[in-house]
T-cell receptor
Framework: DQQVKQNSPSLSVQEGRISILNCDYT??????FLWYKKYPAEGPTFLIS?????DKNEDGRFTVFLNKSAKHLSLHIVPSQPGDSAVYFC?????????????FGKGTRLSVIA | NAGVMQNPRHLVRRRGQEARLRCSPM?????VYWYRQLPEEGLKFMVY????????ESGMPKERFSAEFPKEGPSILRIQQVVRGDSAAYFC?????????????FGQGTRLTVV
C-alpha cells in the first residue's frame, strides 16, 4: 500500500519556466515532509522540508506547499535550470523532523530543456 | 551527502553467497538508517539503528537480513544466502540525535547485483 504517491513518473519543462512536482499521501499521522533530489548513481540529496504546522516553506528557487486537508504537497522550482534535471522524491515522516524513518514516493523524473 | 561513506559502491555476489554492506555515518551523527531501492521504485525503509541498538527494524525482511551498528566502526547490513531478488541499490543515511528540523544525509549507495 503506497502511503506516499507521486503520480507523475516524469515531467519536462522549458528552462526558465516553473516546474511543479506533486505528491499525495494517505496517512494523516505524517507530521513532516521532505523533498530529495537524486542524480543517477548518487544518493538522494536533501532539498527542502516542511512541518505539518505550516503551509509553505521557501528556500531560494524552491518552494514547498502543503495542503493538509487534501493530503497534498507540491514542490515549485522557479526558474527551472538544466541542472535541476534529476529524479525528485517526496518523503514523509511520522516524527516532527527528518531524522526518523521516512516513507518515500516512487519519484518524478524532471527534465529541464534548454 | 559526501560525508556518509558507503562501501563498496558496487558488489557482485553469486546466489547463495553473503553480502556485507558498510556505512560510516557523518561525524557527530549517532543515528543510521538503511533503505533499499529496487529499479523504478522509491526508497523503502529497512532499519534504524543507534550505536549498539536497533531502534526500528520493521522494514527488514524476516530472514537472511541483519544489521548492526557497533560501538566502534561502521554500520553493517548483512544479507545471507543472497537471491536474485536482493539485487538493488542499498542506501545508508545518518542524522544527528533527534531534534527539530534536522534531516538525514544519504550516502552514495551500494549497488548489489546477484548473479
Amino acid at each position: 500500500d503506497q502511503q506516499v504517491k507521486q503520480n507523475s513518473p516524469s515531467l519536462s519543462v522549458q528552462e526558465g519556466r516553473i516546474s511543479i512536482l506533486n505528491c499525495d499521501y494517505t496517512n494523516s499521522m505524517f507530521d513532516y515532509f521532505l523533498w530529495y533530489k537524486k542524480y543517477p548513481a548518487e544518493g538522494p540529496t536533501f532539498l527542502i522540508s516542511i512541518s505539518s504546522i505550516k503551509d509553505k516553506n521557501e528556500d531560494g528557487r524552491f518552494t514547498v506547499f502543503l495542503n493538509k486537508s487534501a493530503k497534498h504537497l507540491s514542490l515549485h522550482i522557479v526558474p527551472s535550470q538544466p541542472g535541476d534535471s534529476a529524479v525528485y522524491f517526496c518523503a514523509a515522516s511520522l516524527g516532527n523532523s527528518g531524522n526518523t524513518p521516512l516513507v518515500f514516493g516512487k519519484g518524478t523524473r524532471l527534465s529541464v530543456i534548454a | 551527502n559526501a560525508g556518509v561513506m558507503q562501501n563498496p559502491r558496487h558488489l557482485v555476489r553469486r546466489r547463495g553467497q553473503e553480502a556485507r554492506l558498510r556505512c560510516s555515518p557523518m561525524k557527530g551523527h549517532s543515528h543510521v538508517y538503511w533503505y533499499r531501492q529496487l529499479p523504478e521504485e522509491g526508497l523503502k525503509f529497512m532499519v534504524y539503528l543507534q550505536k549498539e541498538n536497533i531502534i526500528d527494524e520493521s522494514g527488514m525482511p524476516k530472514e537472511r537480513f541483519s544489521a548492526e551498528f557497533p560501538k566502534e566502526g561502521p554500520s553493517i547490513l548483512r544479507i545471507q544466502q543472497v537471491v536474485r531478488g536482493d539485487s538493488a541499490a542499498y542506501f545508508c543515511a545518518s542524522s544527528p540525535p533527534v531534534g527539530m528540523n534536522t534531516e538525514a544525509f544519504f550516502g552514495q549507495g551500494t549497488r548489489l547485483t546477484v548473479v
